[in-house]
Nanobody, 126 residues
């Protein structure tokens, strides 16, 4: 069992930046492919970004491409989501997810992930 804990959410003005972190409780993320998803009120959970286990392959939703960057530091056992140029439509609960795999391609579908964090709220004011 992998317990994931997100941090770094908060309230920011449009155009601002936040960096989210995701770390496991009691387990290494070294062999896990990781993803970030978000869910706004009244909407389905949607894919944001993903990174493979080694960190050399990433994938982004079109809506965040060029603004968000996913990265990982396996030595620190942490995955990050750097979010720049935030807009009100980015407001959502952001959750990280993990999948035990050494596949080179990141995963973008919610059903492909085995473990989820509780999420952290990101609110962008206009």
């Amino acid at each position: 069992q992998v317990q994931l804990v997100e941090s770094g959410g908060g309230l920011v003005q449009a155009g601002g930046s936040l960096r989210l972190s995701c770390a496991p409780s009691g387990r290494t993320l070294r062999s896990y492919s990781m993803g970030w998803f978000r869910q706004a009120p009244g909407k389905e959970r949607e894919f944001v970004a993903a990174i493979n286990w080694s960190g050399d392959s990433t994938h982004y939703a079109d809506s965040v491409k060029g603004r968000f960057t996913i990265s990982r530091d396996n030595a620190k056992n942490t995955v990050y989501l750097q979010m720049n140029s935030l807009q009100p439509e980015d407001t959502a609960v952001y959750s990280c997810a993990a999948k035990l795999t050494l596949a080179t391609t990141p995963f973008t579908m919610t059903y492909e992930y085995n473990y989820w964090g509780q999420g952290t709220q990101v609110t962008v004011s206009s």
